[in-house]
């Protein structure tokens, strides 16, 4: 899957939106907030990295970090959804295996919520 324009919550509407009215997961390293979409569109994500996680080369890569993330995960939820992550400034204490791990369950526990 690539990470192209279709997958990425570019507004700033869409962002308020989103930290408005979803579901939020506080996992230990970024903060989650996730929102069903209707079935016919794909799953989008939007990141939030702010100056507190580091310098311009850290923020890339927790970008990075976080879009390979997305891009393995998105396939197996059962509904398309959109994903706003606020990547937290220890993110980078964190393995790759175990930021992956926290984040597929954030998102299958919000979408089991949401369906119910």
Known sequence: ???????????????????????????????????????????????????????????????????AIFRECAPSFSVPCDILVFVRRGYSKFEYSKLKKSFLEAAKRIIADAQK
Do not use: H
């Open 1 to 67: 899957m690539r990470f192209s324009r279709e997958n990425r919550v570019r507004l700033a509407g869409d962002f308020a939106f989103l930290k408005g009215n979803s579901k939020k997961a506080d996992c230990s390293a970024f903060v989650f907030y996730c929102l069903p979409r209707p079935e016919s569109s794909q799953s989008r994500l939007g990141l939030v990295t702010s100056k507190k996680v580091g310098c311009a080369v850290e923020r890339n890569r927790a970008r990075r970090r976080f879009r």
